[in-house]
């Protein structure tokens, strides 16, 4: 049944972004390798894919390991003999102050956003390259565009995936391997449950911030000892997520993500050009657009007024 489908796999799909794109695609026809590192989230698939009778199966994936994406793609190309379609969209946020980071955990950031990519993409691509045809949908952001506050190891994996994207396509351009960047801004998922931040900051949970919007002195109180722990940037991260949490709960819901990916996906198929970008939400549009306008100096300052 599979042959007569295109093939699709996207990574990081048991929520959010991930979940509603393999459902969509399945929906148009795709059949569509919802992959995840946690197979216990499947569950979120199941009744979906029984009561649509979908073209859908879950399957384990972790980016982060070299054995399980080779594994999983080995299984993809031996039961179809392609794949058509690779959407990389695993990933999380690491939100905090530069100085504040360990060594150890940006490179686990690097390690799931930028690397867990790669592996992913080097494994599809000689089966692309073989059946001279393919495309590859990389999730960036926003933040792949401009430089936000109290965000700079996602912000900098997201520029490297930028950087990444546009260089291969001129690699991947005679083998009919099209590239695209897909750059939302803030989007109303899980992905604020997920975001980490660094041991100095431990006393404050992700959790605890997206329920409270009162500031980081405000929670700490009179208590003098845990004012020490806090970061030297502490008032400048909560400035910022003052921001971002109201943004989130505003944000427009993941399947307007996946209506773009998938309306890229077709727009590409029957396009001679190798390399495209799809701006998602209006906060990315005008972000996008003030970076274009604006010189150096006054882009730094706009950003610092809206988010800071």
Known sequence: MENQH????????????GFETSLLLARNGFYTYATMRDTTKSKNFEKIVVNENLPLEVLYLDVD????VKKAINKILEKNG???????????????AL????????????????FGTIRTIKEVLPIMRNQKKGIIVNISSMSGIVGIPATSIYVSTKYALEGLSESMSY???????????IEPG????????????PDIMDSISSQALLANNDSLDARSGTD???????????????????HYYPAINKGPLPKEVSNVILEAIKNV????????????GEDAKSLAEAKKSMSDSELHKFISQNLL
Request: charged fraction near 20%; avoid cysteine; glycine fraction near 8%.
């Open 82 to 96: 392609k794949i058509d379609v690779l959407i990389n969209n695993a990933g999380y946020g690491l939100f905090g």
């Open 65 to 68: 390991k070299s054995d399980s």
């Open 99 to 114: 100085e504040d980071m360990s060594i150890e955990g940006i490179k686990e950031q690097f390690e799931t956003n930028l």
């Open 224 to 242: 003098s000892g845990r004012k020490k722990n806090l970061s030297s940037y502490s008032v400048t991260v909560d400035k910022f997520l003052s």
């Open 171 to 181: 690699e991947l351009e005679q083998y009919g391997i099209k590239v695209i960047l």
């Open 186 to 197: 803030v989007i109303k998922t899980n992905f604020v449950s997920n975001i980490k931040f």
């Open 6 to 17: 295109q093939i699709a796999v996207v990574t990081g799909s048991s929520t959010g972004i």
């Open 269 to 280: 198929s029957i396009s001679s050009e190798s390399f495209f970008r799809y701006l998602v």
